[in-house]
Nanobody
Framework: QVQLVESGGGVVQPGGSLTLSCAAS????????MGWYRQAPGKQRELLAH???????NYADSVKGRFTISRDNAKNTVYLQMNSLKPEDTAVYFC???????????????WGQGTQVTVSS
């Protein structure tokens, strides 16, 4: 059993900052890529950033220069530092990971439960 647990969402004023965390736990052998998505009401889920194990991060144009993704492999945790937040960043944020379970020969997709981020004055 593997699960991703997110934390760090909340309400912030425009121009403010938040940091999201997502910790993977369970019967994990190895984690490939980890990433963050978001979904606003009435919109499709959008990939924001992802980072492979030992690789460089990649960002969507909408967050490049404002958001920073990082991971702590020892803790199986991925972070999303969000700066200069705008009202249009309001959404439910989901983490995703590509995980090899103990004994598996192929990776599985796992998703966090989602955390609400609201940017409002």
């Amino acid at each position: 059993q593997v699960q991703l647990v997110e934390s760090g969402g909340g309400v912030v004023q425009p121009g403010g900052s938040l940091t999201l965390s997502c910790a993977a736990s369970g019967s994990i052998f190895n984690i490939n890529s980890m990433g963050w998505y978001r979904q606003a009401p009435g919109k499709q889920r959008e990939l924001l950033a992802h980072i492979a194990s030992g690789g460089s991060p990649n960002y969507a144009d909408s967050v490049k220069g404002r958001f920073t993704i990082s991971r702590d492999n020892a803790k199986n945790t991925v972070y999303l530092q969000m700066n200069s937040l705008k009202p249009e960043d309001t959404a439910v944020y989901f983490c995703h990971a590509d995980i090899y379970r103990m004994g598996s020969v192929s990776p599985y997709d796992y998703w966090g439960q989602g955390t609400q981020v609201t940017v409002s004055s």
